[in-house]
């Protein structure tokens, strides 16, 4: 499992023009799982969308 090193969350009007695929790909993952309050108190999510998890590893 690889550690995000970016803010990765938002609100949706705060989105890059040019990145909307990457928010939808967020919101298809994290929507199913409700709301979680603060991430670190959720702990990982242990997945990726199926996107994510088909990028080769960087080193």
């Known amino acids: 499992m690889r550690e995000c090193t970016v ?3 938002g609100f949706d009007e ?6 909307e695929a990457q928010a939808d ?3 298809q993952l994290l929507v199913p799982l409700g709301r ?3 991430a ?3 702990g990982p999510l242990r997945t ?3 996107d994510v998890a088909a990028l080769p590893v960087r080193a």
């Open 7 to 9: 803010k990765a969350i």
């Open 14 to 19: 705060d989105v890059i023009p040019g990145r």
């Open 25 to 27: 790909r967020g919101r």
């Open 36 to 38: 979680l309050g603060a």
């Open 40 to 42: 670190r108190r959720h």
């Open 48 to 50: 990726d969308h199926p």
